[in-house]
T-cell receptor, first 112, second 108 residues
Framework: KAGVTQTPRYLIKTRGQQVTLSCSPI?????VSWYQQTPGQGLQFLFE???????NKGNFPGRFSGRQFSNSRSEMNVSTLELGDSALYLC???????????FGAGSRLTVL | KNEVEQSPQNLTAQEGEFITINCSYS?????LHWLQQHPGGGIVSLFM???GKKKHGRLIATINIQEKHSSLHITASHPRDSAVYIC??????????FGTGTRLKVLA
């Protein structure tokens, strides 16, 4: 069974640009959640999607958005990038009723 | 004060030692999770607990709901156990709150 796939793995952007990250969950998993990890703040929850609906959201500004498609693949978008958005962005998937997460390898974003 | 606190922040042990990492939380939870993160970023879920104790190989996780406290134990530690161990809790809304992690280094 393929794991959670995140693309791209690494990317460099400049301030003011926008970025879109992609996450393909494990087949059959309907929930996808996104997390930001920085050395200063650690892991922080961004949002979770289930069956194309955002089910929960963390404390991030509106520049951070996401969506989920009918095949459960998810994208997250960050607009008007700031230096502080440099981080490892992780997504995780899980089956609908279970709480155990399976994480992807992450997308490392550097904002210059 | 963080809602999920871990201790210690850093831990160095000799191979073979018994290791304990602690997690305390201040919110109501539906479950507590222990995660392992190796250099490079990949995160693996080790345990999900809502009560009692779970064991997997050399790893044991316990939780005391009344005291809002959990421990992760590693028996007969090995250099390959070197990683960051993260405690996280989930509420009924499936929102995850993470501890800051414990960086473990096991020396051969």
């Amino acid at each position: 069974k393929a794991g959670v796939t995140q693309t791209p793995r690494y990317l460099i952007k400049t301030r003011g640009q926008q970025v879109t990250l992609s996450c393909s969950p494990i087949s059959g998993h309907r929930s996808v959640s996104w997390y930001q990890q920085t050395p200063g703040q650690g892991l922080q929850f961004l949002f979770e999607y289930f069956s194309e609906t955002q089910r929960n959201k963390g404390n991030f500004p509106g520049r951070f958005s996401g969506r989920q498609f009918s095949n459960s693949r998810s994208e997250m978008n960050v607009s008007t990038l700031e230096l502080g958005d440099s981080a490892l962005y992780l997504c995780a998937s899980r089956e609908g009723g279970a709480n155990v997460l399976t994480f992807g390898a992450g997308s490392r974003l550097t904002v210059l | 004060k963080n809602e999920v606190e871990q201790s210690p922040q850093n831990l160095t042990a000799q191979e073979g030692e018994f290791i304990t990492i602690n997690c305390s939380y201040s919110v109501g939870i539906s479950a507590l999770h222990w995660l392992q993160q190796h250099p490079g970023g990949g995160i693996v879920s080790l345990f999900m607990l809502s009560s009692g104790k779970k064991k997997h190989g050399r790893l044991i996780a316990t939780i005391n709901i009344q005291e809002k406290h959990s421990s992760l134990h590693i028996t007969a530690s090995h250099p390959r156990d070197s990683a960051v161990y993260i405690c996280a809790v989930t509420s009924g809304t499936y929102k995850y709150i993470f501890g800051t992690g414990t960086r473990l280094k096991v020396l051969a």
